[in-house]
């Protein structure tokens, strides 16, 4: 086998210039020619990148290409890297790389570079980008050494650190944690966090959390709950004496059982850092128990002082219980801070949860202090349930709800008749899974609605004999502030009429139609595709458009033999795909900049044609493409031509194909 070729001269200066980047004068790598630079930026590292990246801005140089480099470098060569701005795909390379070095994790890209990464320096840099915090309450190490050693690092994450999600389990009694709470109260009431993410089944966690960060009284209940042995919960009470109190891994509660309604003023009592070798007689964790936060942590808050208490604005709850809901349930008559609200439950919620839920909703709704305008529900049982938690806010601008209903063990809940006053809601997503979906429900909301500008439904079912078509016509009809439509796992396949209609008498900007069965019962499909090409271009506003998987390319008949159904493949001649190019013919050519027809079982022959169509009816502006899933392999050559037709015309998203691969080819075709 012949050897690798060597790399050329100029490849090895390129790599002796990452090589030896400290020892140059920054300068005169900044001062190399535009196009040798964007040769050298794929080259470097992340800190590199870092470094150069305010002198080539100055210069008009981006380093876009750098950043996708790693980003591709991380996920693998198939990775298609939809991150078309320099600091988008700067933020995202910061975001994944800062969890692992920070607890010590490994994976093949941190392993490669971890000389160039593993710094103070560059923990800081990439400090600068994040805005999500992931607490792992089990690595004490890490925790610590924020804490001791990094105390830079932490006051940079105060200012930066929007939201912080709880990943672990964190046992109130044990000592050994108390460097999570710590580090939790510092984000939360020293910095600007604002949201919580609670990823694990841990009430007492969520109970800690909420004390004094939302709810303004405390109900008996949940204070029984802290108290409780089942909560390994300790409060910790501290004399109310003149020099205040500091940072506390419990709490101290004085809530007035006769006036629950009344606000409580909490303090938390001095933190105590002991490590799992302290409890064993080793202490090497270098923190005296009685310090208070303010000296140790030199924030702007004096031991003789009381400790601030931040606001909880957004709150998700992504195994959400029972026991959890019922925490929360307590909080919410009072939780006037709150502006999101989500909640996920593994299994599909009880109609008596969600109900709970929606009295305590509506008893927050009630205050003029209710600032809730985000709530997220999932699963619920019944599309019904959906009216019900909307009326119960009906301040409620933006609601996300799935729903799964299940054959046994469910009933229709017996409550009050809904309201049908106008809806001030603004964003709408309904994700379904049912085995028939009552279509009634949708559109009454949508009617109720006038001020949607974002719908999203996914995987509606109607009873058979039934048609999508009256969900179109209401959005015609109802809802003329319209700008972005999502339509998934839908069978839009009699509906084609109506979606001529909808596109004349809207304002879309953003339309998907992915997996609906756009073309499956026209029997001319060129025809079919040419009208609705012509009604897009009758949009102006229309920035982005997604077809995938419509199965625009052929038409899949089924028949039975033997008991096994058999699925033949009628490919279709290359003016399907090409009719798409038409999009941007004559003199008002549409103003997509987004084009998704991945997943369509485009053949490299019909590619090559619509490349050709495309350089006759050349997009206004720069077009992404997303071809994603789509058999270039089978003719690569002819593909790799039609590739080359695009890239001037367009910002192109690719994975690579397997033929070989029998069930890649079977979800195309699904």
């Known amino acids: 086998m012949a050897g690798a070729e060597p790399p050329s001269l100029k490849e090895t200066c390129l790599q002796a210039v990452r090589k030896h980047f400290a020892a140059l004068d920054t300068e005169h790598v900044l001062?190399?020619?535009?196009?040798?630079?964007?040769?050298?930026?794929?080259?470097l590292t992340v800190c590199q990148l870092d470094e150069?990246?305010?002198?080539?801005?100055?210069?008009?140089?981006?380093?876009?290409?750098?950043?996708?480099?790693?980003?591709?470098?991380?996920?693998?060569p198939n990775y298609a890297v939809d991150l078309l701005t320099e600091d988008g795909a700067k933020h995202e390379v910061m975001r994944m790389l800062f969890p692992p070095l920070f607890y010590g994790l490994t994976n093949h890209f941190v392993e490669k570079n971890l000389t160039n990464l593993n710094t103070s320096s560059f923990m800081l840099a990439a400090a600068k980008y994040i805005k999500h915090f992931l607490l792992y309450a089990s690595s004490q190490k890490p925790l610590q050494s924020l804490i001791v050693e990094q105390q830079p690092l932490l006051n940079l994450l105060e200012k930066q650190i929007r939201s912080v999600a709880v990943l672990q389990s964190i046992d109130l009694l044990k000592r050994k944690t108390q460097a999570a709470l710590y580090v939790l109260h510092r984000l939360l009431d020293h910095g600007v966090t604002k949201k919580i993410v609670v990823d694990v089944q841990c009430p007492i966690v969520l109970a800690w959390l909420l004390h004094g960060r939302g709810s303004q009284y405390e109900n008996p209940e949940l204070k029984s709950l802290m108290l409780s042995k089942k909560g390994s919960f300790v409060l910790q009470s501290v004399s109310a004496s003149a020099d205040g109190a500091s940072c506390s891994a419990g709490l101290e509660t004085r809530a007035s059982e006769d006036e629950e309604d009344q606000v409580i003023p909490c303090k938390r009592s001095?933190?105590?850092?002991?490590?799992?070798?302290?409890e064993s007689g080793k202490a090497s964790f270098p923190v005296d128990p009685k310090v208070s936060c303010g000296p140790f942590s030199q924030c702007d808050y004096p031991s003789s002082g009381t400790c601030p208490q931040g606001q909880i604005?957004?709150?998700?709850?992504?195994?959400?219980?029972?026991?959890?809901?019922?925490v929360l349930r307590k909080s919410l008559p009072t939780f006037f801070c709150l502006r999101s609200l989500t909640l996920h439950s593994f299994a599909t919620f009880r109609d008596s949860d969600v109900l709970d839920l929606a009295r305590g909703l509506k008893q927050l709704s009630e205050s003029s202090r209710c600032s809730l305008t985000y709530l997220n529900i999932g699963i619920l049982p019944f599309t019904k349930l959906m009216e019900i938690l909307l009326d119960a806010v009906p301040?409620?601008?933006?609601?996300?709800?799935?729903?799964?209903?299940?054959?046994w063990g469910q009933h229709h809940p017996q409550t009050v008749k809904s309201d049908v006053s106008e809806l001030p809601l603004q964003k709408l997503t309904v994700k379904v899974t049912e085995l028939q979906t009552d279509l009634h429900f949708i559109t009454s909301v949508l009617r109720r609605s006038p001020h949607l500008?974002?719908?999203?439904?996914?995987?509606?079912?109607?009873?058979?004999?039934?048609?999508?078509?009256?969900?179109?016509?209401?959005?015609?009809?109802?809802?003329?502030?319209?700008?972005?439509?999502?339509?998934?796992d839908l069978n839009l396949s009699d509906c084609l009429p109506d979606?001529?209609?909808?596109?004349?008498n809207c304002q879309l900007e953003e339309l998907w139609c992915n997996d609906c069965r756009l073309l499956e019962k026209c029997s001319d499909k060129e025809e079919a595709l040419q009208q609705l090409v012509s009604a897009l271009r009758t949009v102006p506003s229309l920035h982005t458009l997604s077809l995938a998987q419509n199965r625009l390319m052929f038409c899949p008949m089924y028949g039975v033999t033997g008991g096994c159904t058999l699925m033949l493949l009628h490919v279709s001649t290359a003016k399907n795909v090409c009719v798409l190019s038409e999009l941007f013919s004559g003199s008002s050519p549409s103003s997509v900049k987004r084009l998704n027809i991945s997943y369509n079982f485009i053949q490299p022959a019909e590619l090559l044609e619509f490349a050709h169509r495309l350089r006759t009816h050349r997009p206004p502006q720069q077009l992404t493409l997303d071809l994603r899933m789509n058999p270039g392999d089978r003719d690569p050559d002819t593909w790799n031509a039609a590739l080359n037709l695009l890239r001037?015309?367009?910002?192109?998203?690719?994975?690579?194909?397997?033929?070989?691969?029998?069930?890649?080819d079977h979800i195309s075709n699904m």
Request: hydrophobic share 40%; aromatic share 2%; charged share 15%.
């Open 31 to 43: 001062d190399l020619p535009a196009a040798l630079m964007e040769e050298l930026l794929p080259q």
């Open 313 to 326: 604005e957004c709150l998700e709850v992504r195994q959400c219980g029972s026991v959890s809901l019922s």
């Open 648 to 664: 001037p015309l367009c910002v192109l998203l690719l994975e690579r194909w397997k033929s070989t691969d029998t069930m890649v």
């Open 453 to 488: 500008t974002s719908l999203h439904l996914a995987g509606m079912n109607l009873p058979t004999g039934s048609s999508l078509s009256q969900l179109l016509i209401t959005l015609s009809e109802s809802n003329h502030g319209l700008r972005s439509l999502n339509l998934e």
């Open 395 to 407: 301040k409620v601008t933006s609601l996300h709800v799935e729903i799964l209903h299940m054959m």
């Open 270 to 278: 001095k933190m105590e850092f002991v490590s799992s070798e302290e």
């Open 52 to 76: 150069l990246q305010p002198g080539l801005n100055q210069r008009g140089i981006s380093t876009h290409c750098g950043w996708a480099g790693i980003l591709k470098d991380m996920h693998g």
């Open 499 to 504: 979606i001529l209609n909808l596109l004349r």
